[in-house]
């Protein structure tokens, strides 16, 4: 079985997958590489969750800073990356009928210490986000290292069923409606691209 077809069955069948052969070397080196440019100039900010929390509360929940791709800071690696998510995004349409019409992507650090605790991806605002997709860019990651993504059942979220360590050019893909998830405090700094297939409404 290819890498593609395991990861499909891996969705199939438990609304996660988890692989480290899909992304090649290259392309993730490169990108953490555009990443840490993006950090150095600069372009980092602190993620933002619902209005109602004070900024203390609000960095306890979600610690990462982040910076979003767009066409202005896409460098070659961004669009190699993109391409890349294209052909992924196209392939899973064509195997569930997904209707995956869009995307979304933003490069993420966590400073040690922090993480972000257990939340679905999809909420009221936007139900357009249906699957969720994290690449990790660190160079190394020890078992010591903390910053494991634990993923909790969709039937309840009490029960851990997988908790991954962000290694290099390890790619996570899971359902955003209904896999709640957490970030583990890191102890060092913790680099990722994150981002979303959409499906969003097409006018007529
Ligand atoms: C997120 C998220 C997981 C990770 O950004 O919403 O849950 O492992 N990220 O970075
Ligand atoms: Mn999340």
Same mark, same amino acid.
């Given at each position: 079985?290819?890498?593609? @077809?395991?990861?499909?069955?891996?969705?199939?069948?438990?609304?996660?997958?988890?692989?480290d052969t899909l992304v090649p070397s290259p392309l993730y080196e490169s990108l953490y590489h555009a990443c840490r440019?993006?950090? &150095?100039?600069?372009?980092?900010?602190?993620?933002?969750?619902?209005?109602?929390?004070? &900024?203390?509360?609000?960095? !306890?929940?979600?610690?990462?800073?982040?910076?979003?791709?767009?066409? @202005?800071?896409?460098g070659m690696e961004a669009d190699d990356f993109l391409a890349w998510a294209?052909?992924?995004?196209? &392939?899973?349409?064509? !195997?569930?009928?997904?209707?995956?019409?869009?995307?979304?992507?933003?490069?993420?650090?966590?400073? !040690?210490?922090?993480?972000?605790?257990?939340?679905?991806?999809?909420?009221?605002?936007? /139900?357009?986000?249906?699957?969720?997709?994290?690449l990790y860019l660190?160079r190394?990651?020890?078992?010591?290292?903390?910053?494991?993504?634990?993923?909790?059942?969709?039937?309840?979220?009490?029960?851990?069923?997988?908790?991954?360590?962000?290694?290099p050019g390890r790619l996570?893909?899971?359902?955003?409606?209904?896999?709640?998830? @957490?970030?583990?405090?890191?102890?060092?700094?913790?680099?990722?691209l /994150?981002?979303?297939?959409?499906? &969003?409404?097409?006018?007529?």
């Amino acid at each position: 079985m290819d890498d593609r @077809e395991a990861l499909f069955d891996s969705l199939a069948a438990h609304h996660w997958a988890v692989s480290d052969t899909l992304v090649p070397s290259p392309l993730y080196e490169s990108l953490y590489h555009a990443c840490r440019q993006e950090w &150095d100039a600069g372009h980092f900010r602190e993620a933002r969750i619902g209005r109602q929390h004070s &900024d203390s509360l609000r960095i !306890e929940i979600r610690g990462d800073s982040i910076c979003w791709m767009t066409p @202005e800071n896409a460098g070659m690696e961004a669009d190699d990356f993109l391409a890349w998510a294209d052909t992924l995004r196209q &392939d899973l349409n064509r !195997e569930f009928y997904a209707g995956l019409n869009s995307a979304e992507f933003h490069f993420a650090r966590y400073s !040690e210490g922090r993480g972000y605790k257990k939340h679905l991806d999809q909420h009221h605002q936007n /139900t357009q986000r249906r699957l969720s997709l994290v690449l990790y860019l660190n160079r190394q990651w020890n078992d010591t290292d903390g910053g494991e993504l634990c993923l909790y059942s969709p039937d309840n979220d009490a029960a851990e069923i997988l908790r991954i360590l962000p290694k290099p050019g390890r790619l996570v893909v899971f359902r955003s409606d209904i896999i709640p998830h @957490e970030v583990l405090p890191c102890v060092q700094p913790r680099w990722s691209l /994150t981002g979303w297939f959409r499906s &969003d409404h097409v006018p007529d």
